[in-house]
């Protein structure tokens, strides 16, 4: 039988990675993938910590998430993924109800639970947003696991009914991801799901549009990256529906120059990948397919890599100049081209 009591908490506490206990605490909030807490004073002192690098936190009144919490820091996962659950049955402010999420999800994820965690990744990106990516699962199923085919077929639904590009980029990302280690073949733009919009009609860019783009590439190929910036913010309002492709490349091309955390490599990442599933057929996808590869290389996830090189390589509309980027890279990964 599941007990669900836990000792009365009269302080908030929260652990991050080796450091000390942060106690006692007040947990405020947790928005944009980061928990928020003050450290009494005087003075008070607000801090912030990203999800993905907490052990262990507690909350006054929230017993459910307390026993769930006390559970995994004694290794039992299991038992906690039920805990959490309940937790997520109680009323409670939206923040805290998104943190339950969170920490389910890490939970599921850790015990190969990943129909669990893929369906509380699609419910954390609608509540928050790209922020969920970090959380993106990645204990991937075998084969013919029936984990494999649920998530699907959840991904698959989400797919059909958002049109919110961030969302469908992230979708599209964990569903290649998943093709990429249990299917052997390079994926398409078709497998992405059978609601992938079309295209954008192909239209000229704007003569002034097209000579702001040229002075980025330039910005960018001379290290210029605050310049780069600068123009790329303001375009970003006016710029038309022709160019949105070309923007979004350069967009990820400056986030990817500029990377320090994994977070900043992620967005790069599903800021290219906004390109290959809402304009697969732009002369940009190509590009955007490699960047995206290159950033899954950055973060560990190689048969993703590979497998985007692949598509990136067999895309009708890649240049020379990309697929020789792409070989090389093949190449560096030790995979066959």
Known sequence: MLLLFAPAVLADEIRVGDLPPFKPVTIERFRAGQVWFVIPGPPERPLEKPITDVVYLQIDGADRLNRAESLIVRGKDSQAIRVYELALEETGPAWRQSL??????????????????????????????????????????????????????????????????????????????????????????????????????????????????????????????????????????????????????????????????????????????????????????PACLYVSAVVHERIGRRALAVSLLRECKAHGLATPDVIEQTDAALARLGAER
């Open 100 to 285: 339950i999420r969170a920490r389910l999800l890490q939970a599921a994820d850790r015990q190969g639970r990943f129909d669990l965690a893929t369906t509380t990744y699609i419910r954390l990106l609608d509540e928050i947003g790209l922020y969920a990516a970090p959380l993106q699962p990645t204990n991937l199923p075998r084969r013919g696991s029936g984990f494999r085919v649920t998530a699907r077929r959840a991904i698959e639904r989400a797919l059909s009914g958002t049109a919110d590009p961030d969302t469908r980029a992230a979708l599209a990302t964990l569903q290649r991801e998943i093709d990429a280690v249990t299917n052997p073949s390079p994926t398409t733009n078709e497998t992405i799901s059978p609601a992938t919009p079309t295209s954008r009609p192909t239209a000229a860019v704007d003569p002034r549009e097209a000579e702001t783009f040229a002075l980025i590439a330039s910005d960018l190929a001379a290290g210029r990256h605050g310049a780069a910036r600068g123009r790329l913010s303001s375009l970003e309002r006016v710029v038309s529906p022709a160019g949105r492709p070309t923007f979004l490349r350069l967009e990820a091309q400056l986030a990817v120059a500029t990377a320090e955390k994994p977070k900043h490599w992620l967005k790069a990442g599903l800021t290219a990948m906004r390109v290959v599933v809402g304009y697969p057929d732009s002369p940009e996808a």
